[in-house]
């Protein structure tokens, strides 16, 4: 039987996700705070076409963190700029608790110990080392499933987005990785392999249930 304490305790947790759903589909506090559904989609799977991305299932602190980035000029975009800005630090907390509870779609399992069979599978699996560029899986994972709250989801991303990223890194408008990893390994790529992998991590969320 559940206990009537164990209901109480639970109550704190089921009151954020309702926060962060209200937040994700009718907006924050704040008018300037649209709702995350406009862009991202009823199941936050993103606008691909928009290059609007994915953030279901992604960790918390890793959402968390990008919002807090838009905030302070270590991240920019138009649009999440003013949106980020108008979120309270409990709305943040609130909309990526929610967003991390979304079920992800799960993909197959693909290694180091595959074989490249393109250009993009290539840099993905086995990086460009005459360029010092690692393999994407090392930090991002197996498929490119994300690896804890420093490194998202790949798999599924529109590659649309995933090449947008890796252009806002080179040109210094996404600044936000500490030890500017990304920042090396955008700048290395040319505009050909960024596209080329962000296709392969396209088509491997493409490859899910």
């Not at 959402?63 to 409990?90: N, P, V, W």
């Not at 608790?97 to 290539?122: F, N």
């Not at 993905?124 to 360029?131: F, N, Q, T, V």
Request: one cysteine or more.
């Amino acid at each position: 039987k559940i206990s009537f304490i164990a209901i109480l305790g639970a109550l704190p947790l089921v009151g954020l996700a309702d926060e962060g759903e209200n937040i994700y589909t009718k907006g924050g506090s704040q008018p300037q705070a649209l709702a995350c559904i406009t862009c991202h989609g009823a199941e936050g799977k993103g606008l691909p076409a928009a290059g609007y991305p994915n953030i279901t299932g992604m960790p918390a602190g890793y959402l968390s963190k990008q919002l807090f980035d838009f905030q302070d000029g270590t991240r920019s975009h138009a649009i999440m700029d003013g949106i980020a800005g108008a979120l309270s630090e409990e709305e943040i907390e609130a909309v990526a608790e929610y967003m991390e509870s979304l079920p992800v779609t799960e993909v197959p399992l693909i290694t180091r110990a595959a074989t490249p069979t393109d250009e993009g599978s290539k840099i993905a699996l086995r990086g460009d080392w005459a360029k010092q560029i690692p393999e994407c899986v090392a930090c991002h994972g197996p498929s490119g499933v994300g690896v804890g709250e420093a490194f998202p989801r790949l798999a599924g991303q529109s590659s649309a987005y995933i090449v947008n990223q890796i252009n806002a890194w080179k040109n210094g408008t996404r600044t936000n990785d500490p030890n500017d990893l990304m920042g090396h390994i955008a700048k290395s790529l040319t505009d050909d392999q960024a596209k080329a992998v962000a296709i392969y991590f396209e088509t491997i969320g493409q490859q899910g249930d």
